[in-house]
C-alpha cells in the first residue's frame, strides 16, 4: 500500500538515515575508481574494433548494463564483493550463430595476440568475456546479437562452459538496456533527498581528494558519478553490500544484484526516509521469497520489459538455497526495526557493522560524530540517539544522558579491518 508523503518532513535529519547515508557513500565508486570505470570501458570498446581484430567493423553497439547502467556499483571491498563494469557488445552476427563461436570470436579479439596489452588479463566465461585488472576492477563483456523486429535492443546472448563441453550450449533472450529504462522510469530522484545526499557525498569525495593529493597519490579525474540518486537506488546498494557481507564467507553463487533491482523498483517510493525505505525494501523481498517458498517453489522473477529474460535463472539453485536467503532477510528485517526503534550509537554501530561490514560502518559513525560533536560544542545540534543522549566525538561514541556524562563501553566492532 502506498504511504502519503509528508511534505514537512526533511530527509536525513535522524541519526539513524545519516549514518545509512554515510555507509552507502563509502561503498559506492569513489570519482578515481569512476573515472577508471570509464576509461577502461572506452578503452575496451576502442580495442575490440582495432585493426587486425576478429571484430573489425563488427561492434554494432557498446553499451553498459546491469549496476552501471542504472548507478548502483559498489567498490570492492570484501572477496564477494561486485566490482564490475558490465557491457554488452551488440554484434554484426547472424541471429543463429552458435554459443561457442560468439563466445570464442569475443575473447579472441579482446585477448589479441601474445604480448598485447589483454593476452593475460582475459577470461573467457560461460556468457562473456571478463577483463581483470590488478586492482581488483573487472570488466564483463558479453556478446549479443539483436532481435529484429522486438523493443529496442532486445538481443540474444549465449551460453557456453568451455570447460565442460558435454553441458547443453543455448542462446538466451536479453534485454538489460530495457531493463534499465524501466528501472529508473520506476525509481525517480526525490528532489530533497537527492539533492543532501549529493552534497554529503560530494564533501566526502573533496575530503578523500585532499587526502589522496596530500599522499601524492594520482589526480581524480574529471568524470564524477552520479550522487544524485533516489533512495531506493541508494537502498540497492546497502542491500547490495549487506548481501556480500553475508555470503563473503560462503561458497556457491550468491542472490544476483539484478533481481535485488527488480524487486527494490517494484517497491520503491513508499517512504520518507531512508531508514524506512531499507526496512520497507527488505520486507516486501522477504514477503516475496516467503510466498514463493511456502508454496515449495523457486522464486522466479524476470525483466519486466522482456518475460524471457529471467532474472533468476541461475539463482537459487535449489529450496536451500532459498531458505538461507529467507533467514537472512529475516535477521535483517529484525536488526533494522531495531535501528529504527532507536537504540544508543554504540548498539547502532554494533548492528550496522554486522550488516554492511566493519571498516565503512567505522568510518562512517567516526565521521558523525565529528560532524555532530562540533555543532554540539557550538550549540547547533539537536541530534540525539535513542537514549535521549547528545553525540560528541571520541574513539568510542560518547553520550551525553540528562543525568551526566558517560561513554558507552568499546566493542570488538571497533578493531582493524583489511577492507580499508
Known sequence: MTRRHDPLRQPLTEPVDLLLANVAIRVQLSRTDYGKAVERYET?????????SPLKDRVVLFYPQGSMAI???TA?????????????AQLDLRLNVSPKYALDLLFE?????????????????????????????????????RMGGTPERQSIIFHHRAEAPQEPSYPLVANPYGFAEWFEQKTPNDQAFAEIFEARAGRYEESMRVLAEKAESEPVPSQEPAFRKSKAVIVLQLLKRWRNVQYDARSGRKPPSIMFAKLIADAANHTDRLSEELLHQARHMLEEFRRCHELGRLVHIANPVCPEDVLTDRWPGTLRDQ???????EH?????????EGCDLGEMQKIMAGLFGEAPTTEAF????????????????GHRTGAGGLVLPGAASV??????????????????DDED
Not at 44 to 52: K, M, S
Open 71 to 73: 548507478g548502483a556499483t
Open 332 to 340: 535483517l528485517v529484525r536488526q533494522v526495526e531495531r535501528l529504527i
Open 76 to 88: 570492492s571491498r570484501l572477496r564477494t564483493d561486485e566490482f564490475d563494469i558490465d557491457v554488452v
Open 109 to 145: 579479439a579482446i585477448r589479441g595476440e601474445p604480448g598485447s596489452r589483454y593476452y593475460h588479463m582475459a577470461k573467457r566465461r560461460t556468457r562473456c568475456v571478463t577483463v581483470n585488472y590488478s586492482d581488483g576492477m573487472h570488466v564483463d563483456v558479453t556478446p549479443a546479437v
Open 399 to 416: 553520550i551525553l544522558p540528562s543525568t551526566g556524562a558517560r561513554a558507552t563501553p568499546k566493542h570488538t566492532f571497533y578493531g582493524a
Open 44 to 52: 575496451i570498446n576502442a580495442w575490440i574494433e582495432r585493426d587486425g
Open 366 to 381: 567516526r565521521t558523525f560524530n565529528e560532524q555532530v560533536g562540533s555543532r554540539v560544542r557550538e550549540g547547533q545540534s
Open 323 to 329: 531458505a538461507i536467503f529467507i533467514g537472512d532477510l
